[in-house]
């Protein structure tokens, strides 16, 4: 992964695809290792849809470029690039069997090749023998499992996946998460999946791209993608998240100062924070948000809710912010009385630290 | 369903089926008058088979409904593709207003314009006139029932197969046309079951010679109720009744369970 | 994506140029015709070679008589007052007969629904001239009708029904109960049950439900089932020639007769111009309101 100076696996150049008046995909570049598992994340609309479809050649971009292994994919129809995909829908041939799907891409082969490229590939989805079923009497998952063996029929160089998951049951899609990554491990080959589940990229991509309206506004690993956010958009889409409107006042050290509604705090910049002066946004994971500390803002404890791993308790600042706090539930388990927990009403100290404290744009 | 339900059922079923049935029960009479019961008979569809005329115009009948519904599955299939799938063309709105016309348009109105046109031009009125102008008639029919079709089909499947590495002739061959097939299949049964129906345009557009069984029976129909018209009637509404079952049968499988085998 | 496509239109397109449009506009013009040339050519003749010229004298001497006659003769106005009259009785009738059957349809057991809508669909295809015959024998004074309810003392001479508007009307009915029905049927049968249930629920009665849910949500099917029926019975040949008596006059029949009988054809023309100018209306409401008449049969 990620060997520099040789030709990206996917490139992606200024991409842009506009329809009539709206911009679907606004000037995404992107270049992704041969090997990569990479995510598109974001809500429905933010162009993630689309721009698998412009990968694939089912659209044409306005402007930029799309390159395979160099290869300048402009003007290519879908049936003849290096790429495959994996429909949402599946779109398994209803008139053909198990076989007949999965060897339609395979029309250079002999008969026999293709039918034992067939039963390789099932073997691949753990699906051996269920090469004459009709697709009608497939189950949701062996349905999906049918669409990945016939994507990947043709061995493409990039494997393009249209939300592969969506369809699934919440039980079945972890199992398949799993097989999926594993499958993509061991195939060694580029995918570029699309998900509005957070969730799901980040237990399976190696990185994960951010659209938000079209743009692709972050790109990082589950981990820098959670705990710096470029911006309030990537923040609250990754998990719960604090945001506090703020001022930036100054510097103490290594640290920004930002005045809030409830007093200074300091905080930790991003690379696209404001400079000092201007209008900010902190934002505070709540799990990062530490309760009973002896010195710290004072707020009052509004809300508890017991969730079993955690509770999540609402505190109110003196000047009325709300802040959302989650910490452990394990301390309730060792035979502590409901009285010697924080109630609604309690007045407590907040561990605000730094660390835990990021500046985004406002 | 309630008792009310249950009635109107009945009663609406019993309207559309009785005269029908009564049809059919005379066709078996052994007497000569329609109104009086004389025992069961087969002996007027002996009469039927011994009419030359008729089976003449039967045989004219199948033969312009086979050429006319072909024509017609042709055209109207190519109609309904390039409306689903040729995006905004120049004079589209005025191709599917031009399609709809025959579907609406009263049948005097359609024959004597048709006829008009023949005698304008010059051409020769017979069978080719008839068959002309029940291509016209169907043509829209089969366009709107292979169009429905064509909208059920998820279009993922086709990007699927171009993604596959299908060029778009193949992609037409091995993933649309079998999809289509079942309409298509209606469109030419409906488009056929139309033409051996049709009284009023044939009558206008036909020519010396050409006399189809509708145009036959209503002859013999004017001068009034005869038992061998109940026994062609029998025969007829017979035909019919299995083309349309096998139409309807057809055209309403869902698209996911469309083709059997393949 | 496969653009290619609409270069299939061509030749559907050339076809219908050839043969709706071409003879919608000869029908036009031959209805401008001078009536005393009955047989074919008519004047007047377009003079393509004449250029401008012959446009000019073609259009003066397009001739208005056949319009004049149609609206000053009484015989045509009655025609066309008959036939809107009729056809409009018998979509009220339909409406009436039709919502209850369609309704009964929609709340049958699903596994029945296919069956039913078969049922309501084979009448519909089989052959129209002789579902109209079949009521010559019931209707007629010695018909069946006619001799039932003598038997059974109702009535105490046999009945004239056959050659009244009367009979117009049944075969009206009849022909086209299945047009009402399908249609209402497809929306009513499409309507998310809940709503029904919904508004039981909120202490309706079947009869509240009925009238304030389902009939609502279902005026479109009734108004495309309504057009579906108004338009051809409006030009209707087949039911008032078999059934309606001479004295019973129709568009479709004064055209069939003009041309047929009389032999004049551009007073014919004129006919189908006028009946064209009643329906244009209710024939571009029934385009718009999505009801295909190929979907629902015929």
Same mark, same amino acid.
């Given at each position: 992964?990620?060997?520099?100076?040789?030709?990206?696996?996917?490139?992606?150049? *200024?991409?842009?695809k506009?329809? *009539?008046?709206? $911009?679907?995909?606004?000037?995404?570049?992107?270049?992704?290792?041969?090997?990569?598992?990479?995510?598109?994340?974001?809500?429905?609309?933010?162009?993630? +849809?689309?721009?698998?479809?412009?990968?694939a *050649?089912?659209?044409?971009?306005?402007?930029?470029?799309?390159?395979?292994?160099?290869?300048?994919l402009?003007?290519?129809?879908?049936?003849?690039?290096?790429? @495959?995909?994996?429909?949402?829908?599946?779109?398994?041939?209803?008139?053909?069997?198990?076989?007949?799907n999965?060897?339609?891409g395979?029309?250079?082969?002999?008969?026999?090749?293709?039918?034992?490229?067939?039963?390789?590939?099932?073997?691949r989805?753990?699906?051996? @023998?269920?090469?004459?079923?009709?697709?009608?009497?497939?189950?949701?998952?062996q349905?999906?499992?049918?669409?990945l063996?016939r994507?990947l029929?043709?061995e493409?160089?990039?494997?393009?996946?249209?939300?592969p998951?969506?369809a699934?049951?919440?039980?079945?899609?972890?199992?398949?998460?799993?097989?999926?990554?594993?499958?993509q491990?061991?195939l060694?080959?580029t995918?570029v999946?699309?998900?509005?589940?957070?969730?799901?990229?980040?237990?399976?991509?190696?990185?994960i791209?951010?659209?938000d309206?079209?743009?692709?506004?972050?790109?990082?690993?589950?981990a820098?993608?959670?705990?710096?956010?470029?911006?309030?958009?990537?923040?609250?889409?990754?998990g719960?998240? @604090?945001?506090?409107?703020?001022r930036?006042?100054?510097?103490?050290?290594?640290?920004?100062?930002?005045?809030?509604?409830? *007093?200074?705090?300091?905080?930790s910049?991003?690379? +696209?924070?404001?400079?000092?002066?201007?209008?900010?946004t902190?934002?505070?994971?709540?799990?990062?948000i530490?309760?009973?500390a +002896?010195?710290?803002?004072?707020?009052?404890?509004?809300?508890v809710?017991y969730?079993? $791993?955690r509770?999540?308790?609402?505190?109110?600042? @003196?000047?009325?912010?709300?802040?959302?706090?989650s910490?452990?539930?394990?301390s309730?388990?060792?035979?502590?009385?409901?009285?010697?927990?924080?109630?609604?009403?309690d007045?407590?100290?907040?561990?605000?630290?730094?660390?835990?404290?990021?500046?985004?744009?406002? | 369903?309630?008792?009310?339900?249950?009635?109107?059922?009945?009663?609406?079923?019993?309207?559309l089926?009785?005269p029908i049935?009564?049809?059919?029960?005379?066709?078996?009479?052994a007497s000569?008058?329609?109104?009086?019961?004389?025992?069961?008979?087969?002996?007027? %569809?002996?009469?039927?088979?011994?009419d030359?005329?008729?089976?003449?115009?039967?045989?004219?009948?199948l033969?312009?409904?086979?050429?006319?519904?072909?024509?017609?599955?042709l055209?109207?299939t190519?109609a309904?593709?390039?409306?689903?799938?040729?995006g905004r063309?120049?004079?589209?709105?005025?191709?599917g207003?031009?399609?709809?016309?025959?579907?609406?348009?009263?049948?005097?109105?359609t024959?004597?314009?048709?006829?008009?046109?023949?005698?304008?031009?010059g051409?020769?009125r017979?069978?080719?006139?008839?068959?002309?102008a029940?291509?016209?008639?169907?043509?829209?029919?089969?366009?709107? =029932?292979?169009?429905?079709?064509?909208?059920?089909?998820?279009?993922?499947?086709?990007?699927?197969?171009?993604?596959?590495?299908?060029?778009?002739?193949?992609?037409?061959?091995?993933?649309?046309?079998?999809?289509?097939?079942?309409?298509?299949?209606?469109?030419?049964l409906?488009?056929?079951?139309l033409?051996?129906?049709?009284?009023? =345009?044939?009558?206008?557009?036909?020519?010396?010679?050409?006399?189809?069984?509708?145009m036959?029976? %209503?002859?013999?129909?004017r001068?009034g109720?005869?038992?061998? =018209?109940?026994?062609?009637?029998?025969?007829?509404?017979g035909?019919?009744?299995? =083309?349309?079952?096998?139409?309807?049968?057809?055209?309403?499988?869902?698209?996911?369970?469309?083709?059997?085998?393949? | 994506?496969?653009?290619?496509?609409r270069?299939?239109?061509l030749?559907?397109?050339?076809?219908?140029?050839a043969?709706v449009?071409?003879?919608?506009l000869?029908?036009?013009?031959?209805?401008?015709?001078?009536?005393?040339?009955?047989?074919?050519?008519?004047?007047?003749?377009?003079?393509?070679?004449?250029?401008?010229?012959?446009?000019?004298?073609?259009?003066?001497?397009?001739?208005?008589?056949?319009?004049?006659?149609?609206?000053?003769?009484?015989?045509?106005?009655?025609?066309?007052?008959?036939?809107?009259?009729?056809?409009?009785?018998?979509?009220?009738?339909?409406?009436?007969?039709?919502?209850?059957?369609?309704?009964?349809?929609?709340?049958?057991?699903?596994?029945?629904?296919p069956?039913l809508?078969a049922?309501v669909?084979?009448?519909?295809?089989?052959?129209?001239?002789?579902?109209?015959?079949?009521?010559?024998?019931i209707?007629?004074?010695?018909?069946?009708?006619?001799?039932?309810?003598l038997?059974?003392g109702?009535?105490?001479?046999?009945?004239?029904?056959?050659g009244?508007?009367?009979?117009i009307?049944?075969?009206?009915t009849?022909a086209?109960?299945?047009?009402?029905?399908?249609p209402?049927?497809a929306?009513?049968?499409?309507?998310?049950p809940?709503?029904r249930?919904?508004?039981?629920?909120?202490?309706?009665?079947?009869?509240?439900?009925?009238?304030?849910?389902?009939?609502?949500?279902?005026?479109?099917?009734?108004?495309?089932g309504?057009l579906?029926?108004?338009?051809?019975m409006?030009?209707?040949?087949?039911?008032?020639?078999?059934?309606?008596?001479s004295?019973?006059?129709?568009?479709g029949r004064?055209?069939?007769s003009?041309?047929?009988?009389?032999?004049?054809?551009?007073?014919?023309s004129?006919?189908?111009?006028?009946?064209?100018?009643?329906?244009?209306?209710?024939?571009?409401?029934?385009?718009?309101s999505?009801?295909?008449?190929?979907?629902?049969?015929?």
């Amino acid at each position: 992964m990620g060997d520099t100076g040789s030709v990206p696996r996917l490139g992606l150049e *200024g991409v842009t695809k506009r329809f *009539g008046d709206g $911009v679907a995909v606004a000037d995404v570049s992107l270049a992704l290792a041969a090997g990569e598992f990479f995510c598109l994340l974001g809500p429905s609309g933010c162009g993630k +849809s689309t721009l698998l479809r412009l990968i694939a *050649g089912f659209e044409t971009p306005s402007t930029g470029l799309i390159r395979v292994d160099g290869l300048d994919l402009a003007g290519l129809p879908p049936h003849r690039r290096p790429v @495959n995909m994996m429909f949402q829908s599946y779109a398994l041939f209803p008139h053909k069997t198990v076989a007949g799907n999965i060897a339609y891409g395979l029309d250079g082969l002999s008969r026999t090749d293709r039918s034992a490229r067939v039963k390789t590939l099932l073997a691949r989805v753990r699906l051996e @023998n269920f090469e004459d079923r009709r697709i009608e009497t497939l189950s949701g998952g062996q349905r999906q499992r049918v669409a990945l063996a016939r994507a990947l029929a043709r061995e493409p160089g990039v494997l393009l996946l249209d939300e592969p998951l969506g369809a699934l049951d919440r039980g079945l899609r972890e199992e398949t998460q799993g097989e999926l990554r594993a499958l993509q491990r061991r195939l060694g080959t580029t995918f570029v999946m699309v998900t509005h589940d957070p969730g799901e990229a980040m237990a399976l991509a190696d990185r994960i791209g951010v659209m938000d309206r079209g743009r692709l506004v972050q790109v990082g690993d589950a981990a820098t993608l959670y705990e710096r956010p470029a911006t309030r958009f990537v923040a609250g889409l990754l998990g719960d998240v @604090n945001l506090i409107p703020g001022r930036i006042t100054g510097r103490d050290g290594e640290w920004i100062v930002v005045e809030t509604g409830f *007093g200074p705090l300091r905080a930790s910049a991003s690379e +696209s924070a404001p400079g000092e002066g201007e209008a900010a946004t902190l934002a505070l994971r709540p799990e990062r948000i530490g309760m009973d500390a +002896s010195e710290g803002p004072a707020g009052t404890i509004t809300e508890v809710t017991y969730l079993g $791993v955690r509770v999540r308790s609402q505190v109110r600042m @003196n000047d009325g912010t709300l802040l959302r706090v989650s910490t452990p539930a394990a301390s309730h388990a060792f035979g502590l009385q409901a009285r010697d927990l924080h109630g609604p009403g309690d007045t407590i100290r907040l561990d605000l630290a730094p660390e835990a404290c990021r500046i985004l744009p406002p | 369903m309630s008792v009310f339900g249950r009635l109107s059922l009945s009663l609406g079923l019993a309207f559309l089926y009785g005269p029908i049935f009564v049809l059919v029960a005379y066709s078996f009479n052994a007497s000569a008058l329609v109104t009086v019961w004389g025992g069961f008979s087969t002996r007027w %569809y002996g009469v039927l088979f011994a009419d030359g005329p008729l089976l003449a115009a039967a045989t004219v009948s199948l033969h312009v409904g086979v050429a006319a519904a072909a024509l017609a599955t042709l055209f109207g299939t190519f109609a309904a593709l390039a409306l689903d799938r040729g995006g905004r063309f120049p004079g589209r709105p005025v191709f599917g207003g031009l399609l709809y016309v025959p579907m609406v348009m009263p049948e005097v109105v359609t024959g004597l314009a048709l006829l008009l046109l023949f005698v304008g031009t010059g051409f020769e009125r017979g069978l080719v006139t008839l068959v002309v102008a029940h291509a016209t008639l169907g043509l829209g029919f089969v366009a709107v =029932i292979v169009g429905a079709r064509l909208k059920g089909i998820d279009r993922a499947l086709e990007e699927a197969a171009a993604d596959l590495g299908a060029g778009p002739l193949r992609v037409f061959a091995t993933v649309t046309l079998p999809l289509i097939a079942p309409a298509v299949a209606a469109g030419f049964l409906l488009a056929f079951t139309l033409s051996l129906d049709d009284l009023v =345009i044939a009558s206008f557009v036909t020519g010396p010679g050409a006399t189809t069984l509708p145009m036959r029976l %209503y002859s013999q129909v004017r001068l009034g109720v005869n038992p061998e =018209i109940n026994a062609a009637s029998t025969l007829l509404v017979g035909g019919v009744t299995t =083309i349309v079952l096998t139409a309807s049968w057809l055209s309403a499988r869902p698209a996911r369970s469309s083709v059997k085998s393949v | 994506m496969i653009r290619p496509a609409r270069l299939l239109a061509l030749v559907p397109a050339l076809w219908l140029g050839a043969f709706v449009l071409l003879p919608g506009l000869i029908i036009l013009k031959i209805s401008l015709s001078s009536a005393a040339t009955a047989q074919p050519p008519y004047l007047p003749v377009l003079d393509w070679s004449a250029g401008l010229e012959g446009w000019s004298s073609f259009l003066e001497a397009l001739d208005f008589t056949n319009f004049e006659t149609l609206l000053s003769d009484t015989l045509y106005r009655d025609a066309a007052l008959s036939s809107l009259a009729l056809a409009g009785l018998a979509t009220l009738i339909l409406a009436l007969i039709g919502t209850p059957i369609a309704h009964a349809m929609a709340r049958a057991p699903e596994r029945a629904q296919p069956l039913l809508v078969a049922l309501v669909i084979v009448p519909f295809w089989t052959s129209f001239l002789i579902r109209i015959y079949a009521w010559i024998a019931i209707l007629k004074p010695e018909g069946l009708l006619s001799g039932a309810l003598l038997r059974l003392g109702l009535v105490d001479r046999p009945l004239e029904v056959l050659g009244t508007q009367g009979a117009i009307l049944i075969g009206l009915t009849y022909a086209y109960l299945p047009f009402m029905v399908l249609p209402l049927y497809a929306v009513m049968a499409r309507l998310d049950p809940h709503l029904r249930e919904a508004a039981a629920d909120l202490g309706a009665s079947p009869a509240r439900v009925f009238w304030s849910v389902t009939l609502p949500l279902a005026r479109l099917g009734l108004m495309a089932g309504a057009l579906l029926c108004f338009v051809p019975m409006v030009g209707e040949f087949i039911i008032p020639d078999l059934l309606g008596g001479s004295d019973t006059l129709m568009l479709g029949r004064v055209l069939w007769s003009e041309f047929f009988s009389n032999r004049d054809w551009p007073l014919a023309s004129a006919v189908a111009i006028l009946m064209l100018a009643l329906l244009v209306v209710p024939m571009v409401l029934l385009r718009d309101s999505g009801a295909r008449p190929g979907e629902a049969g015929r």
